[in-house]
C-alpha cells in the first residue's frame, strides 16, 4: 500500500549548493551508474509525459530507495524525487495542468460537454487547493496572535500567584512560628500524661512523645496499613522533623531523621479521623507512630493503678507505646 503524501519528507537541505556541480552531469555520469536507474527514469519520463498520478506515490518511494555512489547522478535522483513530491503536495494543479494539456483540442474540435464538466470540476479542486492554503496561512497567523495574548495573560497571572504565594508563605510562618511555641510549652512537662483521642480517650506517659505533627486525615489512613514509613512522610511542606524534637530524636540532624524508620502501632488503625501523629519512643532505638483526633495540650497527672490512670473524677487508659509494640512483634512473628 502506498503511504499518503504526507509522510514523504522535502529533503532539500544543502541540495542547493550540490546543484551548482550539475552543469556537466552529462558529460561525467558513467554509463554504468545510470543504467542502475534507467528503467525507474523511464518511469519518471513516462509519468512527467502523460500525467497519470496512480503511480506517483510508488514513484516517490521507489526514488527514495535508490542511491547512486555517484554524486551528480545522486543528486539528479534527488532533484527528480523532491520536485515529484511538490508535484504531489500541488497535485490538484498539476492534474489541471495535464487534463488541459491533453483535453483542450479535442474540446475545440468535439466541443463534447463532459470534457467541459470534468475540466471545470479539476478548476475548482485547483482552485480550492490555493485558497485552503491562503486560509490555512492566514488561520496561522490568527492562532499566533491568540497565544501571544494568552502567553501575557499567563504571565501576568503567574507574578500575582507569585505574590498572593509569598503572602501565604508568610502568614503561613507566623502560625507555624506560634505552634512551635505551643509545642515547647507542651513538652516542657516531665511525669505527665498526655491525653489523645482515638476511638477513645486514653493517656501515655508524656515522656514517651518524640514529637507530633499535623497530619491529612486520608493522608495517616494509608499510613498506618503500612508495615513501617519514613519520618519524612509524617511531615507537611513547612515543619521540621527535630523541631522540638525529644529524646532519641534529638540525635539525629533534620536530614537523617527523615530517613529514619517509623513504625505505626496497630491502635491507629482504630482511629476514624486521625488529625495528628504522636512519633513515640519504642526502645532499642526504635521510634513508632500512633495517629488520633484529637491531643490535648494541657497535661493531667493522677493516681495510676496497673495501666488505669484516675484524673480527678475521669479515669483513662494508660497507652504503653513499648508493650504494643512488643506485641505487636509476637502477632507478626506468629504469622
Given at each position: 500500500m502506498s503511504k499518503s503524501m504526507e509522510e514523504f519528507e522535502i529533503d532539500l537541505e544543502g541540495l542547493e549548493?550540490?546543484?551548482?556541480?550539475?552543469?556537466n552531469f552529462l558529460e561525467d555520469t558513467q554509463e554504468d551508474n545510470f543504467l542502475q536507474g534507467e528503467s525507474l527514469f523511464k518511469k519518471v519520463c513516462l509519468f512527467l509525459e502523460k500525467g497519470e498520478f496512480s503511480d506517483l506515490n510508488n514513484l516517490i518511494q521507489d526514488l527514495g530507495k535508490l542511491q547512486f555512489e555517484d554524486k551528480k547522478l545522486e543528486n539528479f535522483r534527488k532533484v527528480i524525487k523532491n520536485s515529484l513530491v511538490l508535484i504531489s503536495i500541488h497535485r490538484n494543479i498539476f492534474e489541471l495542468f495535464y487534463f488541459l494539456k491533453n483535453n483542450t483540442d479535442k474540446f475545440l474540435n468535439t466541443k463534447d460537454e463532459n470534457i467541459l464538466k470534468r475540466?471545470?470540476?479539476?478548476?475548482?479542486?485547483?482552485?480550492q487547493n490555493n485558497t485552503g492554503k491562503a486560509e490555512s496561512s492566514e488561520l496561522i497567523k490568527t492562532i499566533e496572535e491568540v497565544i501571544s495574548s494568552k502567553?501575557?495573560?499567563?504571565n501576568i497571572k503567574i507574578e500575582e500567584n507569585q505574590r498572593i504565594l509569598h503572602r501565604i508563605i508568610s502568614k503561613e510562618a507566623e502560625v507555624i512560628e506560634k505552634r512551635e511555641e505551643e509545642i515547647e510549652e507542651y513538652f516542657s512537662g516531665k511525669g505527665l500524661y498526655a491525653k489523645v483521642k482515638i476511638d477513645n480517650y486514653y493517656v501515655l506517659d508524656n515522656e514517651y512523645i518524640l514529637n507530633q505533627f499535623k497530619i491529612n486525615k486520608n493522608k495517616a489512613k494509608k499510613l498506618t496499613k503500612k508495615s513501617f514509613i519514613k519520618l519524612k512522610q509524617l511531615l507537611s511542606p513547612f515543619s521540621s522533623p527535630v523541631k522540638d524534637a525529644r529524646g532519641e530524636l534529638r540525635k539525629y540532624s533534620a536530614k537523617q531523621a527523615k530517613e529514619l524508620n517509623i513504625y505505626p502501632l496497630h491502635i491507629s488503625k482504630m482511629c476514624k479521623n486521625p488529625k495528628w501523629a504522636l512519633v513515640v519512643d519504642l526502645g532499642e532505638e526504635k521510634m513508632g507512630v500512633i495517629f488520633a483526633e484529637e491531643i490535648d495540650n494541657n497535661l493531667i497527672e493522677g493516681e495510676v493503678e496497673r495501666d488505669i490512670l484516675r484524673s480527678g473524677s475521669s479515669t483513662f487508659k494508660i497507652l504503653n507505646p513499648k508493650e504494643m509494640w512488643q506485641k505487636q512483634q509476637e502477632e507478626w512473628e506468629g504469622f
Open positions: 549548493a550540490e546543484l551548482s556541480n550539475l552543469d475540466m471545470v470540476s479539476f478548476y475548482k479542486k485547483a482552485k502567553l501575557h495573560e499567563i
